[in-house]
């Protein structure tokens, strides 16, 4: 639980060096696009704020924004973020059970109003008064709304979260909103990804205690300094794409040679994240890397933007569906039409009275 | 709505509302002109008809000399968007793609660099076409409402192409849906306008070069 | 709606066929076609664009064959054609319109333009709009059988005369001869050295031909004004008169828009085929050539050049005929810019020449004939049309240029060997 405690004390009081702290700071001002000189002033922000309590809220989710996060914890740095910040509730972490879970998460509300952070990861089903998920009797849109209300800020971790993800696909059976639809009167920062990269996750906690305030976001309520990029911009694939160079299947020469994946339905153009500078395990590679194209997961709706494997530039959904039904059709109007301008000029032609030269003669 | 939203309602239920509304047009449009029919020709012919006017549905894409010499802007101009505009459509490695998952065809395509410059041509050829529509006093005398806007709906997708291809003015996918959804827009309003020509030209070169080739007259 | 009006509009609707809907769908309003017409590259003047003088017509068809306007008609959104209307473009589409064809060959998208007016005019004197002159010239084709008035007994008498010229019988209703010749009433009335001419020419060739007291008129005033019912009706004139002498050819004369209204129109407006073939007198000529049977023995030492009659050669396509005939005897002919199926109009084809009210734009329109001899330096301008002859003759005049204007056939005839008639075998009585 938060107490007065600020992060440099606790830092020391667990033991870690300067030295190491020094090292996080450099890592997080570079991560969220600062310039180096701002290294000191962001590691003197970090050294005076306060640990805040952070209340995790797991809703339509897969667990896999927390597997996520988890597997950047241990050993690296981001995890003095999770030293940074008190995490007083989040499901699968946490130790305790049942009411006494539940009482932890109504305490923080009660006793720092206004200054907790609310972290959600899943969609809200509101179908059938949000019947569908429900937690110690409460609907997901109640506790959400209940939490959120003193809220500092909310930040939707994940593409759920953020903009509906998986549950909201098409039909969407349990009416799943994002965080963002329930929630209109608070700072919402969205985290989007399925999952968000590890290191983004902590580099917007990071931004949020150097500043204490919300970063700059996009029109989807993304941190520009983490989504402000396409994947194609920053792709170490593009020159490939700028000279036509494309693999056209995954075992091709071209495929093997590195070529671009556009054709192979790579969504890198329309895709915002920072997965080709950060990369994932711990900088190890992304999926273009690895010979997989981009699948869009940080954009809404990426689940109903076609086939994962159809390019950017074909249509959504298969074409026979309508071509050959408007194919029938226009040859079924045509037709009508067509016959119908015949008779038309039938008529006239029927109609017409032969012309003599006794029309012409001028009566005047 | 969002850049991404805009662009998969683009590329889903506007592309399929858009391409049926030109498939039944062109459609209704061709058919309304071939089942009018026309009379069994009882002249004598001098020579067949049907090479004639299939000679004319090619050769009437030159001008004679001096055809071309009384209005060589028209000409220059006509033919750099014409061929700017097709290469653009059916030789960019993405168009490709699209025409590939609509029809199962598949052909090279032409470096970026190279679309780039014939969106840059057509696009200029048609804006000399516009200045020429506004000053020339024959082509300002025969314009209506159509004609602008069938310039408008034609240079649009060009536009946003262009722009979408070199990152300009809108984020990428913002770009991107608006030059799909500027292709829908040209697809609606094809069938409904002179830009029926790009279908009908043939029916009508054909007719020409049928009628003057049983005369023995090559046009 | 006046009974007229509702006439002509009707007529309008009965002539818009496939290759009509097919030009209209295509028009993209480029104006080259009005760099091809006389009347505006002579005046500047936008409104002889010629796809412009179809407005009211393309009105009509989209109203009548388009869903969007006959429903925009439906609402209200568009108003139907006037009467004032047609009245306004009958100027448009009779006396800055000969039928030419130019705009037909240049237009990028392939419209037959002319076609287009031809049908347009069907409406337009349905409706009554029609030029006084041209309306007064078929009254007196229709009812006395010539534009000029000439009766039987006119051709009797210019017959007479051919045969004094020419010193040679002019067969007259000769049943089974294989020839029929018609004449325009020009070659009847004005260019009378046409028929001794061919009297001669076919004497020496051996041509077995007759005229006829009962279809003498070759031109059609019904295909000028667009009547496609008098057109049939003078056409007829002359197929039964053919029949009845069982000829195997009838000869189209020199004059162009006789030759398309027999040649191709004709069965078409009578339906049906002819039992007989029609022949322009330039390609019976270059026959007779070919086979040796035209002997010349002069040639026309100063500079000479061929003015293309529209009906005869863009729209006939009788083209290498009368240059043969004339590569034998000119010593010095040039062909002038455009020449061919290119060539520019006299200004007085279709009808125009009959038009009063036409004269001076026509005149001014014959200012690009006058820019094409110009620098030509010729003496004399050969033709295979009489009315082209007469346009240009009062054209030259007009411009003050000294150019002397002959018929092909006449011309021929100048230089004609004398020699005994029937030497390779004819029969001529």
Redesign the interface.
Known sequence: MADNETLGEQLRRQGISRRSFLKFCAATTSLMALPPTMVSAVAAALEKARRPSVIWLSFQECTGCTESLTRSHSPTLESLIFGAISLDYHHTLQACAGHFAEHLRTEVIDKHPGEYLVLVDGSIPTRDDGVYSTIAGMTNVQILEETAAQAAAVIAVGTCAAFGGLPHADPNPTGAVPVSDIITDKPIINVSGCPPIPTVITGVLAHYLTFGGIPELDELGRPLMFYGDSIHDRCYRRPFYDKGLFAKTFDDAGARDGWCLYELGCKGPTTHNACATVKWNEGTSFPIESGHPCLGCSEPDFWDAGSFYNPLSAPIGDSSDWAAPAIAAGAAAGAALGLYGRRHKADAEARREPLTARDLEDKS | MSGIELLNWARGPGLQIAGAVFVIGVIVRLAAILLLGRKTDLSRPREGAMWPGLRTVLTRSIPDAGTFRRSPLVFIAGYVFHLGFLLTLLFYAPHILLLKSVTGLEWPGLPVSLIDVLAVLSITALVALFINRLIDPVRRHLSRCGDWLALLVTVLPLVTGYLALNRMLLPYTDMLAWHILSVELLLVVFPFSKLMHTFSFVLARWYNGAIAGRKGVQV | MSGKLE?GL??L??Q????????F????????C???CLF??ET?D??Y?P??KLEPMRRVWQQ?????GKLARALGLSKPVTDQELADWEELVYDSCTLCGRC?????????IT?MIRRMREGM??A?H?P?GL?QV??RT??IGSPMGITPETLRKQAAHAEQDAGLPVPLDVAGADYLLLLSANETMVFTDTLPALTRIFHQAGVSWTLSSEAYEATNAGIQ?G?S??AAELVQRIVSAAEKLKVKYVISPECGHAYTAL??????LI????PF??IHVAELLDQLRAEGRLKLDSRETGRLSFHDPCQM?????V?EQPRRLLDQVAEDFVEM??AG??NWCCGGGGGVSANERAVPLRRRAFHRKKEQLDGLQLTTLVTSCANCRDMLEDGLEYYDMDIEVKGLADLLAEHLAESEPGAQGGEQS
Do not use: Q
Request: proline letters at 7%; hydrophobic letters at 35%; glycine letters at 10%.
């Open positions: 006439r009707n007529t609707k009965a818009i066929d496939a290759p009509m809907a097919a030009f769908s295509s028009c993209v309003h480029c104006g080259v009005a760099h091809a505006y590259t500047g936008p409104k664009t796809i412009y009548e064959y388009s869903f969007w037909s060959l240049v237009c990028p998208v392939g419209n037959d076609y004197v349905a009554g029609a006084k309306k078929t009254v229709v009812e004004i009547s019912d008098i040649r191709w129109e004709g069965p078409n339906g049906r085929p002819y073939e029609v050669v863009r729209r006939g396509g083209i810019p455009d199926i290119h």
